[in-house]
């Protein structure tokens, strides 16, 4: 059975966020043959090298999952791009790429974060490409660390002034870019987070049946999907 969790958010001033985190990774996780973290595991990422106890307890708890011969994989998301391969290193798990292809019984599925669908918002798709590049990154994480976490603090406060004044169709998915990406993998079905819009949608593609399902974020209730079979089922705790 595979698990698929996104949009956890974790930061160290939600203490009940890490909560929820450590009871999944301890009580519900271990249920699970594979685990998928689908982008925005936490609400900011500045470098492989934060070395915070905050950090290490969460790679620690990554580490026990993947030390049971279970394999962990990690997309970026909005909030967390920088993660890279010395996090993927310490937490036993695998990046993967933004399209990641998985097949659930006998239809291809394909995993993303999906922001890079939300065509409507050209504003973040324009810092998206921005803080995407090569250069960006490598001068951001040239900065000293005391500096990096002031400029996550300083774009996390700029996203939040920016979400409050969009419309709310802006912030979506946009259906063409479902479908395109549905036609470029050939899949059926797209599961995605980012949106914080947890359904099951029903979609056509070329005259075929598609599935496009979102997750939740983590906020009073944790919220996961499980894979088993050709059965996905959706699961909230507390």
Same mark, same amino acid.
């Given at each position: 059975?595979?698990?698929?969790?996104?949009?956890?958010?974790?930061?160290?001033?939600?203490? #009940?966020?890490?909560? $929820?985190?450590?009871?999944?990774?301890?009580?519900?996780?271990?249920?699970?043959?594979?685990?998928?973290? $689908?982008?925005?595991?936490?609400?900011?990422?500045?470098?492989?090298?934060?070395?915070?106890?905050?950090?290490?307890?969460?790679?620690?708890?990554? +580490?026990?999952?993947?030390?049971?011969?279970?394999? $962990?994989?990690?997309?970026?998301?909005?909030?967390?791009?920088? @993660?890279?391969?010395?996090?993927?290193?310490?937490?036993?798990?695998?990046?993967?790429?933004?399209?990641?292809?998985?097949?659930?019984?006998?239809?291809?599925?394909? @995993?993303?974060?999906?922001?890079?669908?939300?065509?409507?918002?050209?504003?973040?798709?324009?810092?998206?490409?921005?803080?995407?590049?090569?250069?960006?990154?490598?001068? @951001?994480?040239?900065?000293? $660390?005391?500096?990096?976490?002031?400029?996550?603090? #300083?774009?996390?406060? +700029?996203?939040?002034?920016?979400?409050?004044?969009?419309?709310?169709?802006?912030?979506?998915?946009?259906?063409?870019?479902?479908?395109?990406? @549905?036609?470029?993998?050939?899949?059926?079905?797209?599961?995605?987070?980012?949106?914080?819009?947890?359904?099951?949608?029903?979609?056509?593609?070329?005259?075929?049946?598609?599935?496009?399902?979102?997750?939740?974020?983590?906020?009073?209730?944790?919220?996961?999907?499980?894979?088993?079979?050709?059965?996905?089922?959706?699961?909230?705790?507390?």
């Amino acid at each position: 059975m595979i698990h698929i969790i996104s949009d956890l958010h974790l930061c160290e001033e939600r203490p #009940d966020l890490t909560a $929820l985190f450590n009871q999944y990774m301890e009580e519900i996780a271990p249920e699970s043959d594979a685990l998928y973290v $689908l982008g925005d595991l936490f609400e900011s990422w500045i470098g492989d090298d934060d070395d915070s106890e905050f950090v290490k307890s969460i790679i620690a708890k990554f +580490k026990t999952y993947s030390d049971s011969g279970k394999p $962990l994989y990690f997309q970026h998301g909005n909030r967390d791009f920088l @993660l890279g391969e010395e996090f993927a290193k310490a937490t036993g798990g695998v990046i993967v790429g933004e399209v990641h292809p998985i097949t659930i019984d006998d239809k291809e599925a394909i @995993l993303m974060h999906g922001d890079s669908l939300c065509w409507d918002d050209k504003e973040y798709m324009q810092f998206r490409q921005m803080v995407r590049s090569d250069e960006w990154q490598q001068q @951001l994480l040239s900065q000293p $660390l005391a500096v990096r976490r002031g400029i996550a603090a #300083d774009l996390r406060q +700029k996203s939040r002034e920016a979400q409050a004044n969009k419309a709310s169709a802006i912030t979506d998915v946009h259906p063409d870019a479902v479908k395109e990406v @549905l036609q470029k993998h050939q899949a059926d079905i797209l599961i995605h987070g980012h949106t914080h819009r947890p359904d099951f949608h029903d979609i056509e593609v070329d005259g075929k049946h598609c599935q496009r399902i979102v997750l939740s974020d983590w906020g009073d209730k944790g919220h996961y999907l499980t894979i088993n079979g050709y059965e996905i089922d959706s699961h909230y705790f507390e």
